[in-house]
């Protein structure tokens, strides 16, 4: 599987018209717009270098794989898991992972 290279493809270049609605309507006005942000190489956004340290059932770290895939983060803000693009959202793996952090 071919790694993305931050989803240039996937992401639009200029804000959507109900993203300008959804900023300029919010009672929180200070909230930061979304933009593009590389999720793989050296020049990857700070949050993605500190989850792809986290290594998959398998035991690999690195990059994300392509953009289904998933961590799990505890509401301590700890990684507790990492579940690769194969592994499908409602996967027995990732609803135990997700029951055990919840309780």
């Known amino acids: 599987m071919k790694a993305l290279s931050g989803y240039s493809s996937a992401t639009p270049t200029r804000p959507s018209p109900f993203?300008?609605?959804r900023v300029t309507s919010s009672p929180v006005r200070s909230r930061e717009r979304r933009r593009r942000f590389n999720?793989?190489?050296?020049?990857?956004h700070p949050l993605?270098?500190?989850l792809t340290q986290?290594?998959?059932a398998d035991g690999?770290?690195?990059?994300?794989?392509?953009?289904?895939?998933?961590f799990l983060i505890s509401p301590g803000g700890?990684?507790?898991?990492?579940?690769?693009p194969t592994?499908?959202?409602?996967?027995?793996?990732?609803?135990n992972a997700i029951e055990a952090v919840i309780g």
């Open 19 to 21: 993203s300008e609605f």
């Open 39 to 44: 999720i793989n190489g050296q020049h990857s």
């Open 48 to 50: 993605y270098q500190w």
């Open 54 to 56: 986290t290594p998959d």
């Open 60 to 70: 690999a770290a690195g990059e994300v794989e392509w953009n289904f895939e998933k």
């Open 78 to 84: 700890e990684i507790v898991a990492r579940f690769r």
């Open 87 to 95: 592994v499908a959202p409602e996967d027995e793996t990732i609803t």
